[in-house]
């Protein structure tokens, strides 16, 4: 099987907005998520599928030939586009190259500009022997992401043409219209085109059949060396007519694009920007593509490796100062609504997590030469400062500082820890109590704010203290998960799980050092790592789950039990290294063990990107969001900062490819002639 064959390679644009194109290597949607004008209304909330694919054709003196498929229920593929195939690439922008039995060739290529709602389509002719003509006809939804769309009277296909000649359809009053521009003749022909199979949503154990709209069809005439442009476009107060036409249109933004590309030190830079979004005047993270938004615990763990590893060190800022106002009883939220509702203030290590990201950014800023702003250090201190005074006085769900200097969390009903899978009133890992990992971010945290506020040293001395006193197992050679589980105190809960990790590496000091520190590295090495990452839970465990499949149900009942979490990959390695002495042997024997793994999976789910999750048990399928923040921003973070003097496979092949010259301390390459 071809490479652009496999159906589970997934390739994504994004916007910067919040909005993104994403869609299957071999051109089939797969999933309710694949659009190719998925836009943020309110960036980077309020999404909506506008526009869900194509339907496309030549006509040539041989006849007419699909460069399209669809899926359609009960197991139906149609037309046959995909079989014409013959090559995909992935730089810089997603590119097809398709060929006809004829032999007529055909190039596709699509963008989405950086902070615009478009999606910039274009069709070259590189071989033929007479006149082609081209076929484009848009399947249009207008639909929350997370939904599916079905036949309705109410869906208008009427168009309006603009003063320009662009064609504007607004299928339902609610959301923003659609623009196209093109150079290309429009003929209104409306259709629906019902019961779209979605394969990856029927394996989750989802509604998995959607009707689609088609106002019409775009055709053109064109020979050898000829192009056909489509621009699709979210109208918004920015819309602006385009002068020239579409061709034109689609020209300016591809130069644009192609030089902003040009200067990324390599496509993991690239892959890098796609989370980083505006959110009002400032910026945040995306969790995951395509179906998160921006979470407060994956922005603060990403952004060290998305911003500062990258050398983004202003847009670290930016993100820090944005969520600095949304600081509430001493938390931070977990989750930013995807519409209008308030956030979600329901974990207990975001707002941890924040401290520790303030404290790399500001560090970052001194290295540089080039220190924060003294207003901006002050609101970031204030608010992690707000953060420790509201877990040491108490806040929501029993989050507290207890009279042993250390975090507890924790109620019926509540997921507080990153293990937050619930189903219904289960809690499948409540980790209620004192978790091991809250205790490192805890403590790290107050270390950190002693730099600039005295007071917190001595809780910091009485919780290091009782960490050392009371989480290590001596019997089984590391740290227990929780200690007094349900609030029960003197009880420990001994299962085996990866978070003991962030004792030892993840955090700017360790908290555990020497014999144990070395002995916790080992055991998780031995009994945990797996090439992708950490499992979630040891084999053999009570309810270890070895594979992550099936309905809801079974899916999230295996989320943090045993499955591989790929993000955790960053802290073990910076722990292996730490208790090795931290040399340059000891990071090139890190890459070649740790990274190389990581580098053939840029290439088999979401291509150029870490997915959130695998299965535990070989061949460690990826699962989940094939397009995940944390999971990036750590295997940047470790082959940018912790092996900082290693060059991976990826960044040597860009090299090799003419992509980057030199590094500025931005991050981007410039010409050798800089």
Known sequence: MKPWDDPTLEWLEADGLGGFASGSVAGVRTRRYHALLLAATRPPADRYVLVNGLEVWVRTAAGEFALSSQRYAPDVTHPDGASRLTSFEPEPWPTWTFETEDGTRIRHELLVPRHRAAAVLSWSVEAAEGPVELFVRPLLSGRDPHALHHESAAFRFDPARTPAGTIRWQPYDSLPAVLASTDGAYEHHPEWYRNFLYDEEL???????????????????????????????????????????????????????????????????????????????????????????????????????????TGRVEDAGLILEEWAGFVSEGMMPNRLPDRGEQPEYNSVDASLWYAIAVHDYLAAGDASGKPAPLRRTTALHQAVDEILEGFSRGTRHGIRVDDDGLVAAGEPGAQLTWMDAKIGDWVVTPRSGKPVEIQALWLEALRIATGWNPRWRRMLDK??????????????????????????????????????????????????????????????????????????????????????????????????QGTVWPWLIGPFVEAWVRVRGDNARVRREAARRFLAPLEGHLLAAGLGHVSEIADAEPPHTPRGCPFQAWSLGEYLRLARQVLAHTQTGVEREARRAGVARAVRSDGRARPAED
Not at 236 to 250: I, N, T
Not at 262 to 275: F, V
Not at 525 to 532: E, I, K
């Open 203 to 309: 394996r989750r154990g989802l509604d998995h059949v959607e009707d689609l709209a088609s106002p019409g069809v775009f055709r053109w005439e064109l020979r050898r060396g000829g192009q056909a442009f489509l621009v699709l476009e979210a109208e918004s107060a920015e819309s602006a007519e385009p002068r020239g036409g579409g061709a034109v249109l689609a020209r300016a933004l591809r130069a644009v694009e192609r030089r902003r590309r040009s200067l990324l030190l390599s496509p993991l830079d690239r892959a890098a920007e796609a989370y980083l979004v505006r959110r009002g005047s400032g910026a945040s993270i995306v969790a995951g593509y395509p179906w998160f938004g921006d979470w407060g615990r994956d922005t603060f763990i990403a952004l060290r490796g998305l911003c500062l590893a």
């Open 463 to 560: 919780g290091r203290e009782t960490f050392a006193r009371r989480f290590w197992h001596e019997q089984g050679g590391y740290l227990y998960d929780v200690i007094d589980v349900d609030h029960v105190p003197g009880t420990a809960d001994a299962r085996l799980r990866p978070n003991q990790i962030f004792a030892v590496g993840g955090l700017p000091q360790p908290l555990l050092s020497g014999e144990r520190a070395r002995r916790v590295v080992d055991v998780v090495a031995d009994r945990l790592l797996t090439p992708l990452g950490l499992r979630s839970l040891e084999p053999g465990a009570p309810g270890y789950a070895p594979r992550y499949e099936g309905g809801v149900l079974a899916r999230d009942g295996a989320y943090h």
